[in-house]
C-alpha cells in the first residue's frame, strides 16, 4: 500500500503529463469563448500544481533518514536534467531521491552527484567507478574493463540491462 507521499508524487506525475494536453486543447479552439475556458482550465490546474508541490515537501520534511550502512547507486547529473527526469529514468520518485540527498538544492545543477534509491551491493575491494557517457552500453563497457554483463547488472542492481543513462556510475570489479 502506498504512503501519502508516495500517492502525492504519483498525482503529482499524472498532473504534469495532463499538461501537454491541456495546451491542445487550447490551441485546438477558435472561438475566444472556449479559449478561455481551457485557459482557466489551465490555471487551475497551475494552482492545483502548486499546492500539491507545497504538500510533498511537507511531507518530505517527515520522512525518516535513510538506513545507514547501506550502499546505493550514484548518477552524476547531466545537462538539462532535473530530479523529476532523474526519477523517471530510474522509476522512482523525487521525494525518494531527496530522502538519500539531504541538503541537495532545489534546482541541483549539472555535475552533481545524486545517490539514487537503488541499493546495491557492497563493492568489491579495488573496483572502479565509471560514468556512463552518451552511446555506451553494458556489453561495451564489460569487455572494455574485461569483465561481464551479468556481473554489472549484479553489482549495480540494474533492472534491465538493455537500458543505461549517460551519468549513472557503475561499479566495475577492477581485475587483477
Known amino acids: 500500500m502506498m504512503n501519502s507521499l508516495e500517492i502525492a508524487n504519483r498525482i503529482y506525475s499524472m498532473e504534469r503529463r495532463l499538461d501537454s494536453l491541456y495546451n491542445q486543447l487550447e490551441d485546438s479552439f477558435s472561438s475566444p469563448r472556449y479559449i478561455r475556458t481551457a485557459q482557466n482550465l489551465r490555471n487551475l490546474q497551475a494552482r492545483q500544481l502548486s499546492i500539491l508541490n507545497g504538500l510533498i515537501a511537507e511531507l518530505e520534511e517527515e520522512q525518516p533518514p535513510p538506513p545507514v550502512n547501506r550502499y546505493y547507486a550514484q548518477h ?39 545517490n539514487l534509491p ?6 568489491p575491494e579495488n ?50
Open 76 to 114: 552524476i547529473l547531466q545537462p538539462g536534467e532535473t530530479l523529476r527526469v532523474l526519477a523517471l529514468e530510474y522509476d522512482t520518485t523525487v521525494s525518494q531521491i531527496r530522502r538519500l540527498n539531504p541538503g541537495l538544492p532545489d534546482e541541483p545543477q549539472a555535475g552533481q552527484l545524486v
Open 118 to 123: 537503488i541499493e546495491i551491493p557492497r563493492p
Open 127 to 176: 573496483s572502479i567507478r565509471y560514468v556512463v557517457k552518451p552511446g555506451d552500453t553494458l556489453f561495451q563497457i564489460a569487455r572494455r574493463f574485461g569483465t561481464d554483463v551479468s556481473t554489472l547488472v549484479r553489482l549495480n542492481s540494474i533492472a534491465d540491462p538493455d537500458i543505461i543513462f549517460p551519468g549513472r556510475i557503475l561499479i566495475i570489479p577492477n581485475p587483477v
